[in-house]
C-alpha cells in the first residue's frame, strides 16, 4: 500500500509530503512516515504539523489513526504536545547525520598571482556600473513582450541596428542588419564557421579549410580549429604585418589587421589590398578578427579591411576588451552569401547570447554610452601604456618595447636566450605574464626574438604601479 500526500499551505505553512507505505496498516505506516521525515531532516525541529483531524481528512483515514499515531511519536520523543501549541516536532529530535547531506567545505581556493599582467583582459574595475544598469533598465523597460520568448537565432534586431551603425562610423565597416549575426564572442564564431568534431551543428559546417592564419596567434584559436578537424597554415610575419604574398590555395585566411595579435602592428595597406586581391582570384574569404580595433594612440584610425569588400570578407569583433569578457556578446558581419549558412548552424533559437544583455548593449550604444566608455579607458590605458616605457626606459633601458601604438599590450624585446629564464623569474615572484614563444604556430617557419607578451589593461589602477616595479626586477640585465 502506498499514498502520497500533500498539505496545502494555508494549514502548516508549508508543503510536506508523506509516503504511506508498508504492513502493519495505515496507523504503523504513518508512524514509519513522519519518523523518517524527522531523521531524513525533512521536517526540522520545531515544524508545526497539521492537526489530526485535517491530517485524517487529506489522508481518509480515520481520526484516531491519526491521534494514535501522533501520541505513540509523543511518547518516544519524536514530537511534543502542547494545549494552545499544537503538535510540533520536538527539539531534541535531531536526524540522522548520514540522512543529510551535509555539504562540503569548497576547497580553498588556489592563491593568484600577485602582479597579474597576462594580455587580452581589459581593467575589471572599471566597467561602467552605473550607465550599463542605467541602459538595463531602459532596455527592460522597453522591450516588446516577444523578447522575452525564444531568440531569434540572427540576434536582437535592436542590436543589429545599432551595430550597423556604429562599426559604420567607428570602423568603416560596410553592412546591414541583415548580414549580422550575434554570437557569443570570438571563439564561438569560429565554431559556428568551421563546426567542432563530436559536436556537429545543425547545418553543417559553413567554411572548410585549409585556413592561413598569422604565425603568432592566440594557441587557443589554433586549438580549436584543430578540433574541428581545419588544417591551419602559418602566414610568416614583419614589420608591415602578415605576408599576404605567401598565401597560396588556402580557402581562407584569418588575419588581425588592425593590430596584429602579439607582436602588434597594423597590416600595411598595400597587403590589405592584396589580400582582398587573392580573396577575389581564388574565391576565398578573409576573416578579420578586429583585435584592439578601438584601441589607438599614436597612429591615425585604421578601418576595418571589410570596407575595401564586403563580400569577401567576414567582419568579427565583441565586447570583451572594451567593456567585459564577462557580458558574452560578439557579432559577425557576413557576407550575404554565409548568412543563412551560419543562421542554420546556429539553429532555430538564441542559445548562446542573453537576449536582456542584447537589448542592453543596443541602448548603450544608441545612448552614446559606449562611445563615452571607449574614450576614457583609450585615455587610461594610454596613460598606464606610457607610465610601462616610462618605466622601462629608466630601470631597463637595454629593453626595447614594440607594439604599443595600439592595444591592451606590449611586446617586450629580450636580449637572446634569456625568455624562458624571464617567465620562470616572473611566475617566481608572483607576476603573471606570457612569453612570445607560447603564441608560434608549431609549423611557423622563423621564430622570432626572444620577448615578453606584457598586458598593461589587467591590473587595477592602484595596484598598476606595483606591478611595474615587480616587472622590472625581474628583467633579465642587458
Not at 38 to 57: D, F, I, M, Q
Not at 116 to 128: E, I, K, M
Not at 260 to 278: K, N
Not at 283 to 297: H, I, N, S, T
Request: hydrophobic share 40%.
Amino acid at each position: 500500500m502506498t499514498e502520497s500526500w500533500v498539505n496545502s499551505a494555508e494549514r502548516i505553512g508549508a508543503d510536506l509530503h508523506l509516503e504511506l507505505s508498508g504492513p502493519g496498516g495505515r496507523r504503523a505506516a504513518l508512524i514509519r512516515a513522519l519518523r523518517e521525515a524527522v531523521r531524513s531532516g525533512r521536517l526540522a525541529a520545531g515544524t508545526r504539523l497539521p492537526p489530526y483531524r485535517s491530517l485524517a481528512a487529506d489522508l481518509g483515514v480515520a481520526r484516531n489513526t491519526v491521534a494514535d499515531a501522533y501520541a505513540e511519536l509523543v511518547a518516544e520523543g519524536w514530537l511534543t504536545a502542547r494545549q494552545g501549541s499544537g503538535t510540533r516536532v520536538a527539539e531534541r529530535a535531531e536526524p540522522l547525520r548520514h540522512a543529510v547531506r551535509v555539504p562540503r567545505k569548497a576547497p580553498p581556493r588556489a592563491r593568484g598571482p600577485r602582479h597579474d599582467l597576462r594580455q587580452g583582459t581589459p581593467d575589471a574595475s572599471a566597467f561602467p556600473r552605473t550607465a550599463w544598469a542605467a541602459s538595463y533598465r531602459r532596455a527592460l523597460q522597453a522591450a516588446p513582450t516577444e523578447a522575452f520568448g525564444p531568440g531569434d537565432p540572427a540576434g536582437r534586431l535592436e542590436l543589429r541596428e545599432a551595430l550597423t551603425e556604429y562599426l559604420a562610423r567607428a570602423r568603416g565597416v560596410r553592412t546591414e542588419p541583415g548580414r549580422i549575426v550575434i554570437c557569443s564572442g570570438f571563439a564561438h564564431a569560429l565554431r559556428l564557421l568551421f563546426g567542432q568534431r563530436g559536436q556537429g551543428s545543425p547545418g553543417g559546417r559553413v567554411l572548410r579549410g585549409p585556413l592561413a592564419v598569422e604565425a603568432y596567434g592566440l594557441g587557443f584559436h589554433r586549438d580549436l580549429l584543430t578540433a574541428a578537424g581545419v588544417r591551419t597554415v602559418p602566414l610568416p610575419l614583419d614589420e608591415h604585418g602578415a605576408r599576404v604574398d605567401r598565401l597560396g590555395r588556402e580557402r581562407a585566411v584569418l588575419l588581425t589587421p588592425a593590430h596584429q595579435f602579439p607582436t602588434g602592428g597594423p597590416l600595411h595597406a598595400e597587403r590589405r589590398a592584396a589580400v582582398i586581391d587573392w580573396a577575389r582570384a581564388r574565391g576565398a574569404v578573409v576573416l578579420e578578427d578586429d583585435y584592439d580595433g578601438e584601441f589607438r594612440y599614436d597612429r591615425k584610425p585604421v578601418g576595418a579591411v571589410q570596407g575595401l569588400d564586403p563580400e569577401r570578407v567576414i567582419h568579427i569583433g565583441s565586447v570583451s576588451k572594451s567593456l567585459s569578457p564577462a557580458l558574452r556578446l560578439g557579432w559577425m558581419v557576413l557576407p550575404e552569401r554565409y548568412v543563412d549558412a551560419v543562421l542554420a548552424a546556429k539553429g532555430e533559437r538564441e542559445a548562446w547570447a542573453s537576449v536582456l544583455d542584447q537589448l542592453a548593449l543596443a541602448d548603450f550604444v544608441v545612448s552614446g554610452s559606449y562611445d563615452r566608455h571607449v574614450r576614457r579607458m583609450r585615455q587610461r590605458y594610454r596613460r598606464r601604456r606610457d607610465r610601462l616605457v616610462e618605466a622601462l626606459a629608466e630601470r631597463a633601458p637595454h629593453v626595447e618595447v614594440t607594439g604599443v601604438a595600439a592595444g591592451l599590450h606590449a611586446v617586450l624585446r629580450l636580449p637572446p636566450g634569456t625568455e624562458r629564464s624571464a617567465v620562470k623569474a616572473a611566475a617566481w615572484h608572483g607576476i603573471a605574464l606570457d612569453g612570445l614563444a607560447g603564441f608560434r604556430h608549431p609549423a611557423a617557419e622563423e621564430r622570432a626574438a626572444d620577448g615578453l607578451v606584457v598586458g598593461y589593461a589587467t591590473p587595477s589602477e592602484h595596484a598598476y604601479g606595483a606591478a611595474l616595479e615587480a616587472l622590472c626586477a625581474v628583467l633579465p640585465p642587458g
